[in-house]
């Protein structure tokens, strides 16, 4: 249940949401814990008309800055396959984070998923691709703003552009090439860079929680995985800059961005 505080910073990103405007901070008190995030985040959900936690199939894992592993939900509705658009949100200019994507591949119970080694977690994915998140925030001071704020927005989730499908396999991660680019321009060029060393790290942590969750986690469920290379910012004009990101031996992504 929302606390008075919580309560207070739900109505400050719905007005954010429904008027396009960025909201202050002035006022406000952080959400207390994780509880109370992940409160004003299915509170959120609920007014918007997204799935509920327990029913969400899309997801975003990683880690906040102090290390800690999270996992938001995401609307199905933020989802763009390649070659799609997207137009710039709230911010002045939009963030992009390069990512890798996983798909389950069965469906997995919270018994089950909690007797699962790390081999077993991964093995019940069938699929990966490239993908990229697009960030946005409903703060004013967007990614200035403190940890508990940023999280209660969804992390800053703007929306999530994936490409094609691809069976899951083994990769050396800290070795594979990566390269991201803005219209003529190369903005990353790099070799491994996850900042846990791998995509994989989180799964059989998300697969926890969401299991935990619903009793289940379903066959189809995505979960991108974290950035490699941290937030690029581009700052599109009226007639558009693609962005594409590539994965030796992986596959590819792009999108166009728009003011």
């Given at each position: 249940?929302?606390?008075?505080?919580?309560?207070?910073?739900?109505?400050?990103?719905?007005?954010?949401?429904?008027?396009?405007?960025?909201?202050?901070?002035?006022?406000?008190?952080?959400?207390?814990?994780?509880?109370?995030?992940?409160?004003?985040?299915?509170?959120?959900?609920?007014?918007?008309?997204?799935?509920?936690?327990?029913?969400?199939?899309?997801?975003?894992?990683?880690?906040?800055?102090?290390?800690?592993?999270?996992?938001?939900?995401?609307?199905?509705?933020?989802?763009?396959?390649?070659?799609?658009?997207?137009?710039?949100?709230?911010?002045?200019?939009?963030?992009?984070?390069?990512?890798?994507?996983?798909?389950?591949?069965?469906?997995?119970?919270?018994?089950?998923?909690?007797?699962?080694?790390?081999?077993?977690?991964?093995?019940?994915?069938?699929?990966?691709?490239?993908?990229?998140?697009?960030?946005?925030?409903?703060?004013?001071?967007?990614?200035?703003?403190?940890?508990?704020?940023?999280?209660?927005?969804?992390?800053?989730?703007?929306?999530?552009?994936?490409?094609?499908?691809?069976?899951?396999?083994?990769?050396?991660?800290?070795?594979?090439?990566?390269?991201?680019?803005?219209?003529?321009?190369?903005?990353?060029?790099?070799?491994?860079?996850?900042?846990?060393?791998?995509?994989?790290?989180?799964?059989?942590?998300?697969?926890?929680?969401?299991?935990?969750?619903?009793?289940?986690?379903?066959?189809?469920?995505?979960?991108?995985?974290?950035?490699?290379?941290?937030?690029?910012?581009?700052?599109?004009?009226?007639?558009?800059?693609?962005?594409?990101?590539?994965?030796?031996?992986?596959?590819?992504?792009?999108v166009r961005l728009y003011r």
């Open positions: 249940m929302l606390d008075a505080d919580s309560h207070a910073v739900l109505q400050t990103l719905l007005r954010a949401r429904h008027q396009h405007a960025g909201a202050e901070l002035t006022g406000l008190v952080a959400p207390a814990d994780g509880e109370q995030i992940a409160a004003i985040q299915d509170a959120l959900s609920a007014e918007l008309g997204w799935a509920p936690r327990s029913t969400a199939t899309v997801w975003k894992a990683g880690a906040i800055s102090d290390g800690s592993p999270v996992c938001i939900p995401l609307p199905e509705t933020a989802v763009r396959t390649q070659n799609g658009s997207y137009r710039r949100g709230l911010l002045p200019r939009v963030g992009v984070e390069t990512e890798i994507c996983f798909r389950l591949g069965r469906d997995v119970s919270a018994a089950e998923a909690a007797a699962m080694d790390d081999a077993a977690v991964l093995a019940a994915f069938d699929a990966l691709c490239v993908s990229i998140e697009l960030v946005d925030s409903r703060w004013r001071i967007g990614m200035d703003a403190p940890e508990a704020f940023k999280l209660a927005d969804h992390q800053s989730h703007g929306g999530l552009v994936i490409g094609d499908w691809v069976a899951n396999s083994a990769h050396d991660w800290q070795a594979i090439a990566l390269r991201v680019t803005a219209g003529e321009h190369g903005i990353v060029a790099q070799r491994g860079g996850h900042p846990c060393s791998r995509p994989t790290w989180v799964l059989p942590y998300w697969l926890r929680h969401v299991a935990t969750q619903a009793g289940v986690a379903r066959k189809g469920c995505m979960v991108t995985t974290g950035s490699w290379c941290g937030m690029q910012w581009v700052e599109p004009d009226a007639s558009g800059v693609t962005v594409a990101v590539s994965f030796e031996g992986v596959g590819s992504t792009r």
